[in-house]
């Protein structure tokens, strides 16, 4: 299997070994039928929009009256796909704005915003128009599978921001995807000391202490192919991990720890959200 060096190339090759999106089609069907908000949006704020594959599926299941995308990607090379996928899915029919920058810079663009109307320095240089970003007329905020990128603190003014600023005050919906313990990345990730990573059940919690509600949740689980190559699992883990030097051999040891058959799990946690009064 050649190996390509992009993020999104990374991504689609651990992809290719399971079937979340075929899991994923079906649960978002579902969402759609439960939750007729959905049907009347209009506006949607995609965080960690990657190349776009399950943010486009949803917008293309779910929000089918969908008028005007704000995606929020901090890589380059997603960016690019993201942009030539969304014109093949939906040509000219969906406004589209791009912002290539990370969340905590897209976030800091309001606080900007605010110590511009009281006057405060802004330690954030921008050309965007401040103008742009919405206040309170968010109907979806879309955020799958890229809360665990975020450090605490990011995680706490991300949910701050969704239901304070974003998100329409009456029906707003946060939809997140995350992983759980029993990832086969995650289990990954913790064979290795110092490192981990953030499970839905730290997410949940926090999610808890800032006054959200889950009102949906789908768990699912779908069998990952461990027996081939490990290139992308290396490569995959050294993204997650910028400072880690561990070897694609010392993880394909590893890698045969936490799947002796060859066969791991991607579970997950699909949640919808909304702010309690
Ligand atoms: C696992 S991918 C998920 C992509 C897409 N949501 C999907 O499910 O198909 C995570 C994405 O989040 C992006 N990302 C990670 N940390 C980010 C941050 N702090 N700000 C913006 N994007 C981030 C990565 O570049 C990557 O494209």
Redesign the pocket.
């Known amino acids: 299997m050649a190996f390509q060096e992009t ?2 190339d990374m ?1 689609k090759l651990y992809r290719r070994r399971h079937n979340e999106l075929e899991v994923l089609q079906k649960l978002m069907d579902r969402l759609s039928n439960e939750y007729p908000v959905l049907d009347r949006a209009t506006t949607c704020l ?10 486009i599926e949803f917008i293309r299941r779910c929000l089918p009256n969908l008028k005007t995308l704000i995606a ?4 380059h090379d ?1 960016v690019l796909e993201l942009k030539a996928n969304l014109h093949s899915n939906f040509g000219d029919k969906l406004n589209s704005e791009i912002h290539e ?6 976030m800091q663009l309001y606080d900007d915003h605010n110590d511009e109307r009281t006057n405060e320095p802004s330690s954030t240089k921008n050309n965007l128009n401040l103008k742009n970003l919405p206040n309170k007329e968010i109907d979806v905020v ?5 809360i665990y ?2 450090n605490k603190q ?1 995680r706490a003014q991300f949910y701050k921001k969704c239901f304070g600023q974003w998100l329409r005050s009456e029906d707003g919906l946060l939809i997140l ?1 995350n992983v759980t313990d029993n990832h086969s990345m995650v289990k990954l990730a913790n064979s290795f000391k110092p490192y981990s990573s953030l499970t839905s059940t730290t997410i949940k919690d926090e999610l808890i202490e800032n006054n959200v509600s889950i009102v949906r949740e789908f768990n699912y689980r779908c069998p990952v192919d461990m027996s081939v190559d490990t290139v992308d699992l290396h490569r995959l883990f050294k993204y997650s991990f910028k400072d880690s030097n561990l070897s694609e051999e010392r993880i394909g040891e590893a890698v045969k720890i936490i799947a002796p058959d060859g066969r791991a799990f991607h579970d997950c946690d699909l949640c919808v959200c909304i702010k309690l009064n």
């Open positions: 993020y999104p991504l995609s965080v960690g929009t990657g190349y776009g594959e399950y943010d929020v990607e901090v890589n997603c920058m990370s969340i905590g810079e897209y879309l955020a799958l599978h890229v990128f975020l990011s995807a």
